[in-house]
T-cell receptor, first 116, second 112 residues
Framework: EAGVTQFPSHSVIEKGQTVTLRCDPI?????LYWYRRVMGKEIKFLLH????????ESGMPNNRFLAERTGGTYSTLKVQPAELEDSGVYFC??????????????FGPGTRLTVL | DAKTTQPPSMDCAEGRAANLPCNHS???????VYWYRQIHSQGPQYIIH???NNETNEMASLIITEDRKSSTLILPHATLRDTAVYYC?????????????FGSGTQLTVLP
């Protein structure tokens, strides 16, 4: 079974440009999460989809970030316009829809974003 | 979700057991203890989780104290590839999925 995949693995852009990150969750996983780690900081939650709906977007830093999950499969995270402080590693994770027990999230390898 | 406290770093000799402690003194009865690790430049990797009973899988064992205020992750025979940052995360069990809250974790270095 394929794990969570992310594309691209690295992206280098200039300040003011737009970048779109993609995440393909494990097949059949309804929950999809985005996290990021900026330099020297801890991994922080950005948002959570259940299928195509945004369940929680409390971690999104500002309106320059737009996440979508059309059709409830893969997700994209667009940063427009990118700023220097957006540099970091963006992780995607997925999990099955939780039942009685809390869900286990499986992470992708991340996208390293560098804004110059 | 309850806060956790972990030592910032630990060393372990290759082939020996690595015992990583975690304090979660404010844990509630409906909160699970999860362990993840992040090997350099990779995404966090799920290791194990438990509620109150000790758990074991192919990667590790999780020992939770009877009062549930602390736990220990045990890697029985550490290898160089186990060098990573290990995160102890406490998270409520509920009918809905929720985010993980990562702290600073423990940097485990396995020495040859």
């Amino acid at each position: 079974e394929a794990g969570v995949t992310q594309f691209p693995s690295h992206s280098v852009i200039e300040k003011g440009q737009t970048v779109t990150l993609r995440c393909d969750p494990i097949s059949g996983h309804d929950n999809l999460y985005w996290y990021r780690r900026v330099m020297g900081k801890e991994i922080k939650f950005l948002l959570h989809f259940v299928k195509e709906s945004k369940q929680d977007e409390s971690g999104m830093p500002n309106n320059r970030f737009l996440a979508e999950r059309t059709g409830g499969t893969y997700s994209t995270l667009k940063v427009q316009p990118a700023e220097l402080e957006d540099s970091g590693v963006y992780f995607c994770a997925s999990s099955l829809l939780a039942g009685v027990h809390t869900d286990t999230q499986y992470f992708g390898p991340g996208t390293r974003l560098t804004v110059l | 979700d309850a806060k956790t406290t972990q030592p910032p770093s630990m060393d372990c000799a290759e082939g020996r057991a690595a015992n990583l402690p975690c304090n979660h003194s404010t844990i509630s009865g409906n909160e699970y203890v999860y362990w993840y690790r992040q090997i350099h430049s990779q995404g966090p990797q799920y290791i194990i989780h438990g509620l109150k009973n000790n758990e074991t899988n192919e990667m590790a064992s999780l020992i939770i104290t009877e009062d549930r205020k602390s736990s220990t992750l045990i890697l029985p025979h550490a290898t160089l590839r186990d060098t990573a940052v290990y995160y102890c995360i406490v998270r409520v069990a509920s009918g809905s999925a929720r985010q993980l809250t990562f702290g600073s974790g423990t940097q485990l270095t396995v020495l040859p």
